[in-house]
């Protein structure tokens, strides 16, 4: 089933039409094979371009980000652990002089620890391991940005081993004591959170997640010239 869902994305979609098409329009002997080559080469094309247009993948977005509103205050002053999903980092070199979050990760980090603080939760939990090998784990990086921030130390826990969203819960459920009924605040990106919702409730099924997104793209739409052109 994670393979299935892995390979259900549009971009493997597109992926699959235009190599499909190239194998049959170059490899087939058959006219026939050769003019279906043609026309998913020409599909695959055109579904690209689709996708790349600005109110399409708005809409794609907010299909996603509609399905989860902003943490209610209720639900914030419940809370006894919040965990922050990783996302990536850019490596330190060039004009960098050190490792730092990427975006939907630094958005990720800085609302984490502002939730984190308006809150009732006793515990503030990162979860992400090395980018590459040797490097310094996200986790880490994210501990340390929330240490200068204020945060107490014995409030915060490192998973430092993880590469996705199943090793993320996976890697935290071996970390946090065995309890139940915990009300656990994750924190990823509204679009990234119908998959990372699924995955905390079927790693911790005796406790209550319950969903922070942040990080919102979703743009109501503004009908002028530039609208099919990219930012």
């Keep these: 089933m994670p393979v299935v869902k892995s390979i259900a994305t549009p971009i493997i979609w597109v992926l ?5 098409g190239l194998l049959l329009s170059m490899l087939s002997k058959r006219k026939l094979l050769q003019k279906a080559g043609w026309y998913s080469i020409l599909l695959g094309v055109l579904a690209l371009l689709v996708f790349s247009l600005n109110p399409v993948s708005n809409l794609l ?7 989860y509103a902003p943490i209610s205050a209720e639900d914030l002053g419940a809370l006894d652990v919040l965990v922050v999903l990783g996302c990536g980092v850019y490596p330190s070199g060039g004009l960098r ?7 939907p990760a630094y958005s990720r ?3 984490g620890v502002t939730t984190f603080r308006e809150s009732n939760a006793g515990l503030l939990a990162f979860c992400g391991g090395p980018t590459w090998k040797d ?3 996200e986790a880490e990086l994210m501990k340390a940005m929330a240490l200068r921030m204020g945060v107490p130390a014995n409030k915060i826990l490192i998973e430092t081993e993880s590469r996705d969203t199943r090793e993320n ?3 935290l459920a071996r970390l946090l004591p065995a309890k139940q009924g915990r009300r656990i605040g994750l924190v990823t990106s509204a679009t990234h959170m119908l998959r990372s919702d699924k995955v905390f409730r079927r790693q911790f099924p005796n406790d209550i997640i319950v969903a922070i997104p942040v990080n919102y793209t979703y743009t109501p739409f503004h009908w002028t010239p530039e609208t099919f052109s990219d930012p």
Excluded: F, K, P, Q
């Excluded at 977005?61 to 399905?67: D, F, H, P, V």
């Design 16 to 20: 699959a039409l235009l190599v499909g």
């Design 61 to 67: 977005a907010y299909s996603l980000e509609c399905r």
């Design 97 to 103: 002089a050190e490792v730092e979050l990427d975006g």
């Design 109 to 111: 980090w800085y609302n």
């Design 135 to 137: 490097a310094e784990s």
């Design 169 to 171: 819960a996976a890697g």
